[in-house]
């Protein structure tokens, strides 16, 4: 990271705050100015501005003010993520699928449709893919996965598919083996049975339209996401959802997110191992 020596003052950040939060739902708290200071001097640097007033006046007012939103958006997602990431958890999401394929029954056209929202660089979705594999090889079940997120850059690299060695730190030698090509000392590529299982989509979960191109689920993950909005935020990311799954419909969250005085639109119905909710 490169370092202006510019200073964030609180005026101007005030103001990037409050644009950050409209476009993505996004909160900076006062405790995090540091941090969007740190995040956002690599741009200063890019655009050769000398100071967070100018940068702040080029995400309003330039020619490219779509395309530097997009990049400020790169910049201050925090996209941590790895394969495998809360096993517990994904084993309750496998006994739910179960769940779900036996109510599908024999109907030979029903799709099991799965969204990862905010998937990140797609280890999630890829994660949903080996566990489908490995628990259901009919292939007279059809499974489709989406895995979307608000950050191009997270994107772009999901496509690719391609993870070093940190990012895989759950993944068994038998795992790794059977659906990761290597390619590298500390690369591996995504075997291609996996990667044509997910379709990756640029969506905002702030913004009705965009969300309204994913519908139909039978479950969707949004984990570790709503962690970063304040309650209204949450709650507009939580009631897109509700509108993209069907009656019956799971909504997994992080282990340490809920619902609690946020929405009442879903039931809970997993309790300790997980948090899990159902769209009555
Ligand atoms: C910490 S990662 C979580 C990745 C994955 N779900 C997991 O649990 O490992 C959070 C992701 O949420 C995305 N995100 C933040 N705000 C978003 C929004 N308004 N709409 C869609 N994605 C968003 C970020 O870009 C980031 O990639």
């Given at each position: 990271?490169?370092y202006?020596?510019?200073?964030?003052?609180?005026d101007?950040?005030?103001?990037l705050?409050?644009?950050?939060?409209?476009?993505?739902?996004?909160?900076?708290?006062?405790?995090?100015?540091?941090?969007?200071?740190?995040?956002?001097?690599?741009?200063?640097?890019v655009?050769?501005l000398?100071?967070?007033?100018?940068?702040?006046?080029?995400?309003?007012?330039?020619?490219?003010?779509i395309?530097?939103?997009q990049?400020?958006?790169?910049?201050?997602?925090t996209?941590?993520?790895s394969?495998?990431r809360?096993?517990?958890?994904?084993?309750?999401?496998?006994?739910?699928?179960?769940?779900?394929?036996q109510a599908?029954?024999?109907?030979?056209?029903?799709?099991?449709r799965?969204?990862?929202?905010?998937?990140?660089?797609?280890?999630?979705?890829?994660?949903?893919?080996?566990?489908?594999?490995?628990?259901?090889?009919?292939?007279?079940?059809?499974?489709?996965?989406?895995?979307?997120?608000?950050?191009?850059?997270?994107?772009?690299?999901?496509?690719?598919?391609?993870?070093?060695?940190?990012?895989?730190?759950?993944?068994?030698?038998?795992?790794?083996?059977?659906?990761?090509?290597?390619?590298?000392?500390?690369?591996?590529?995504?075997k291609?049975?996996?990667k044509?299982?997910?379709?990756?989509h640029?969506?905002?979960?702030?913004?009705?339209?965009?969300v309204?191109?994913?519908?139909?689920?039978?479950?969707?993950?949004?984990?570790?996401?709503?962690?970063?909005?304040?309650?209204?935020?949450k709650?507009?990311?939580?009631?897109?959802?509700?509108?993209?799954?069907?009656?019956?419909?799971?909504?997994?969250?992080?282990?340490?997110?809920?619902?609690h005085?946020?929405?009442?639109?879903?039931?809970?119905?997993?309790l300790?191992?997980?948090?899990?909710?159902?769209?009555?």
């Open positions: 990271m490169e202006t020596g510019a200073i964030l003052s609180d101007v950040f005030n103001k705050k409050e644009l950050i939060y409209e476009i993505s739902g996004i909160y900076f708290s006062g405790q995090k100015k540091y941090l969007l200071e740190t995040r956002l001097s690599k741009r200063l640097s655009l050769n000398p100071n967070f007033e100018d940068y702040y006046n080029y995400l309003k007012y330039s020619h490219d003010k395309l530097e939103t990049e400020l958006l790169n910049s201050i997602t996209n941590e993520t394969f495998f809360d096993m517990p958890q994904l084993e309750v999401f496998v006994d739910i699928l179960k769940q779900v394929v599908a029954g024999n109907n030979a056209y029903k799709k099991i799965i969204w990862s929202a905010a998937c990140s660089t797609g280890e999630e979705p890829y994660t949903i893919g080996i566990l489908i594999k490995e628990n259901f090889p009919s292939p007279d079940i059809k499974f489709e996965i989406s895995g979307s997120d608000i950050s191009g850059h997270v994107l772009d690299s999901a496509k690719k598919g391609i993870y070093g060695s940190y990012t895989l730190r759950n993944v068994s030698a038998a795992v790794l083996k059977k659906y990761f090509d290597k390619i590298d000392d500390d690369l591996y590529r995504i291609d049975e996996i044509k299982m997910t379709a990756f640029n969506v905002n979960l702030m913004d009705v339209k965009d309204k191109k994913l519908n139909e689920f039978d479950v969707v993950l949004c984990r570790n996401v709503i962690i970063y909005f304040d309650a209204e935020s709650k507009k990311a939580i009631t897109n959802i509700y509108e993209s799954l069907k009656a019956g419909g799971y909504l997994f969250l992080g282990h340490s997110e809920s619902l005085s946020i929405t009442s639109l879903f039931k809970l119905v997993g300790g191992k997980t948090p899990l909710y159902r769209k009555e």
